[in-house]
């Protein structure tokens, strides 16, 4: 466990796991991240496609707020 308060809390103030004892092999990295892994890349994409009603859990795929039922 490291002496860095960041490594103990995230940014909003909730224990991480180190806080709670949880070990992990190795040393977090400056911004304890998964950006601190060499050759990651974190981004995301909108997936658009397919035509009918939404059936939740098979499709067609959607991005957006769920439909709302009244």
């Known amino acids: ?14 224990p991480r796991a180190r806080a709670f004892g949880i070990g992990f092999d190795g040393t977090p990295g400056p911004f304890n991240a998964i950006t601190d892994v060499a050759g990651v890349a974190v981004g995301y ?7 009918g009603a939404l059936v939740v859990g098979k499709g067609p795929v959607r991005t957006g707020p769920l439909p709302t039922t009244s």
């Open 1 to 14: 466990m490291t002496g860095n308060p960041h490594h103990q809390t995230t940014p909003s103030g909730k």
């Open 45 to 51: 994409s909108t997936l658009i496609s397919g035509e």
